[in-house]
Nanobody, 127 residues
Framework: QVQLVESGGGLVQPGGSLRLSCAAS????????IGWFRQAPGKEREAVSC????????YYADSLKGRFTISRDNTKNTVYLQMNSLQPEDTAVYYC????????????????????WGQGTQVTVSS
């Protein structure tokens, strides 16, 4: 089955950390730009981070630099998002996506335009 499956979400206290995983099945990630978006209730989708397909460089939303780190393991066909110093405003459903485009276009794609889109994992930051 061709799909992206996210995991690792949950409830964490402010200041805590989580690591999200996104595993691809039925296709390989190594030639794709892959990244994360998030959407909080009542808010628009927000780009979080991606790893570019052509040069392997990571890109982040400016507001998240320094707290979030994206990485990929091609041997496991998986991408990760390490999230540190989490705050209540980080509460959202986090989605994984993959596409053949470069990073600067990746962040602008509509949900239905991605080659692959995951089902999402809930992250809740609360005391």
């Amino acid at each position: 089955q061709v799909q992206l499956v996210e995991s690792g979400g949950g409830l964490v206290q402010p200041g805590g950390s989580l690591r999200l995983s996104c595993a691809a099945s039925g296709f390989t990630l190594d030639h794709l730009t892959i990244g994360w978006f998030r959407q909080a209730p009542g808010k628009e989708r927000e780009a979080v981070s991606c790893i570019n397909n052509s040069d392997g460089e990571p890109y982040y939303a400016d507001s998240l630099k320094g707290r979030f780190t994206i990485s990929r393991d091609n041997t496991k066909n998986t991408v990760y998002l390490q999230m540190n110093s989490l705050q209540p405003e980080d509460t959202a459903v986090y989605y994984c996506a993959a596409d053949r485009t470069e990073w600067y276009h990746f962040f602008l794609l509509d949900r239905g335009e991605f080659d692959y889109w995951g089902q999402g994992t809930q992250v809740t930051v609360s005391s």
